[in-house]
């Protein structure tokens, strides 16, 4: 049997251990054949000798990033201990400081955290549209969000706009509760989420305020030219052929502009057929429109959200094999 005892001093040990031990149980549930025992401010570890070593080197890499950053998330936690391949230990340990994208209101970072998120932020940098089309969970609008965050406080852009289609998911919109802003924002919520990681509670609500961010349904674009701004359109999948080229020729000078779609998460109407198919299609071969494809190797939610993506892609490949 071997032991190993780890000290946290320079941590607070809420945050190590969580809420009722949470983040205790998932490192123990990572580790079974370890007995992992807390000491006041040390960790004792004992059991397989094959066990140890990785989990010290996890354990490390969580004080690391919380001597750091002060606090880590239950599913930060989780994805560091599930965390096999070298990028994702060198997303946390942020050898390369030149690669976050923008800092929240708690100190954590905002980077692109796997190679096609990266992929994402060059063809940005180097174009004025860009289609990022991928499954969910795969960091499309997060990162998106993120580049649009950056250049505001870069100065380069004057405002930012994020939109989305208002489509119903499999529920009625009109039997919703509340007035019309009640009962769309429900659907912009992820674009809210997004944002309350990046930007203090006091100046977003300044600048939803003095409108520097603008959230809207899609519809309400018509007849703009925006100008100035990063906008970013979600969820395009659910747009037609119409909205999304009325969307597209709103882009004015200084502009950029993120396109976020999953082909295979269509809401619309049988009898309506979604544009993106058509804009990836037509729009591919424009100098100064750029394409990423994530895949399921860029999902950074739970570790089984990627098992859950590729079943549903092996189901649909053995009822449609052509």
Excluded: W
Excluded at 47 to 58: L, M, V
Aim: proline share 5%; charged share 25%.
């Amino acid at each position: 049997m071997t032991e190993a005892i780890i000290n946290l001093e320079t941590v607070n040990p809420i945050e190590f251990f969580g809420v009722n031990n949470g983040k205790l149980d998932l490192l123990k549930k990572k580790f079974p054949l370890l007995k992992i025992l807390s000491r006041g401010t040390q960790l004792k570890l004992s059991g397989a000798p094959e066990q140890i070593e990785p989990a010290c080197d996890k354990i490390s890499l969580i004080v690391s990033y919380l001597e750091r950053n002060g606090h880590m998330s239950q599913q930060y936690f989780e994805q560091v201990l599930g965390g096999d391949d070298a990028e994702i230990i060198d997303n946390f340990q942020e050898k390369n400081p030149s690669e976050v994208l923008v800092f929240g209101p708690n100190g954590k970072s905002v980077r692109a955290r796997t190679v096609n998120q990266k992929k994402l932020v060059q063809e940005t940098d180097r174009n004025d549209i860009v289609f990022a089309i991928g499954p969910a969970g795969t960091g499309k609008t997060y990162t998106a969000v993120a580049l649009a965050v950056r250049a505001l406080k870069n100065k380069q852009v004057k405002k930012i706009i994020l939109t989305r289609p208002a489509v119903e998911a499999g529920e009625s919109l009109g039997f919703l509760p509340g007035d019309l802003k009640e009962k769309i924002d429900p659907y912009l919520r992820p674009l809210y989420d997004a944002l309350d990681d990046m930007i203090p509670a006091d100046k977003l609500g300044y600048y939803m305020t003095t409108r520097t961010i603008e959230i809207a349904p899609l519809a309400y674009m018509r007849g703009r030219t925006l100008d100035n701004a990063f906008i970013i359109l979600d969820e395009s999948q659910n747009a037609t052929d119409l909205q999304l080229k009325m969307f597209l020729t709103r882009i004015g000078a200084n502009a950029k502009a993120i396109i976020t779609g999953d082909i295979t998460q269509v809401d619309l109407p049988r009898n309506q057929r979604s544009g993106l198919h058509t804009a990836v299609r037509i729009l591919n071969n424009i100098d100064g429109i750029g394409h990423i494809e994530l895949n399921e190797e860029d999902v950074v939610r739970h570790r089984l959200v990627k098992h859950i993506l590729r079943a549903y892609n092996h189901e649909q490949e053995r009822e449609n094999p052509k």
